[in-house]
């Protein structure tokens, strides 16, 4: 099981889904649009995201994707079911 996370712009709501996912067994989370890494631009960590998900930013494997329409592409080819959800 994947995750994607699309234009989520709280750290403290990225760290919360990092800590859930982590609980959950998630292989890996993909992070896009303006949603926020566990590091910045200069190699260093985010204290709003480690500070709520306890250290799972270290279990879980996570990647930036440029396109989140082409990642559903990508993961649909490779027998992923993609299910969504949107809060607003």
């Given amino acids: 099981m994947v995750v994607i996370l699309h234009n989520v712009r709280s750290l403290y709501n990225v760290g919360s889904i ?32 480690v500070k709520v998900s306890l250290g799972a930013e270290k279990n879980v494997v996570w990647a930036k994707a440029k396109s989140t329409s082409a990642l559903v592409d990508r993961l649909k080819k490779e027998k992923y079911k993609i299910l969504a959800v949107e809060q607003s």
Avoid at 27 to 40: N, S
């Fill in 18 to 49: 990092f800590r859930t996912a982590d609980a959950a067994g998630v292989e890996k989370i993909f992070l896009c649009g303006i949603t926020p890494t566990p590091v910045d631009t200069f190699g260093k960590l985010r204290p709003q995201l």
